[in-house]
């Protein structure tokens, strides 16, 4: 796969201008002409003639005892595309494809971070792009992006580097002070949720100390009444006693 590596490099980075070059004003001619041309119809439009020539053609000699001249002009064998090329032409579809999709995971397990970062902000922006413009003018804006934004970078790496380290270096700095802060808050309100649990602790230990001294008050304040006991024998009948007769 490395040297769909070295091909889309120097394609993007204009290392043979030409080429690029080519490739490029191919590519914004396309989509100007898929968006101003209808190419389907074109197509057909062709597809038709074609046929309608080569059939007067034919059919003109018929009636005068003459071959048709399409059919005079007929190979002896037709062409074919040969095997080897199918293959080759396969052979690397499949490798393009495998190139594409190992890049994907590589972007998507974050293997080179600012690739990750480059591939989110794009995502991001044609999100919102998507409902305001057309997508002919998406595509035209990423084709002109994609090769312009690596030649600007390779003009000018050292500042945009330097730009970019001090944007990391204010973005580590913040990420620092909203750790210190987040910490100082969360010792802030561990402190507090001690301190009400101590108080919470110690207002249900007065509470139950008050009410085990309730208790034992009311235990000793209790009458005590003093009852006689009950008899444990028969009653025993007292002798009578004669009184003297007054005369």
Known sequence: MSHFHSLFYDLFTWKHPKATGFVFF???????????????????????????????????GKPLGMNGVVSSMRPHRYYTIPRESLEHFFANLHELINFFVLEFQ???????????????????????LIKYIPFWTLLLLTAITAFTAPLIYINNKELIDEQILHVSEIINAQMENTKKITGKYAEDAAARARATAA?????????????????????????VHDYPKVPTHEPVAEPAVDEPILA
Do not use: D
Request: aromatic letters at 16%.
């Open 26 to 60: 191919s590519t914004i001619s396309l989509i100007f002409a898929f968006r101003y041309v209808n190419v389907l119809r074109y197509v057909f439009k062709g597809a038709y003639v074609l046929f309608a020539t080569v059939s007067l053609l034919e059919l003109a």
């Open 199 to 223: 108080e919470l602790q110690t207002k249900v230990q007065g509470m139950t100390h008050k009410a085990a001294v309730k208790t034992e008050a009311t235990n000793g304040n209790e009458t």
């Open 106 to 128: 590589r972007v998507v397990f974050a293997e080179n971070i600012f690739a990750t970062v480059a591939a989110f902000v794009t995502s991001f922006f044609g999100y919102f």
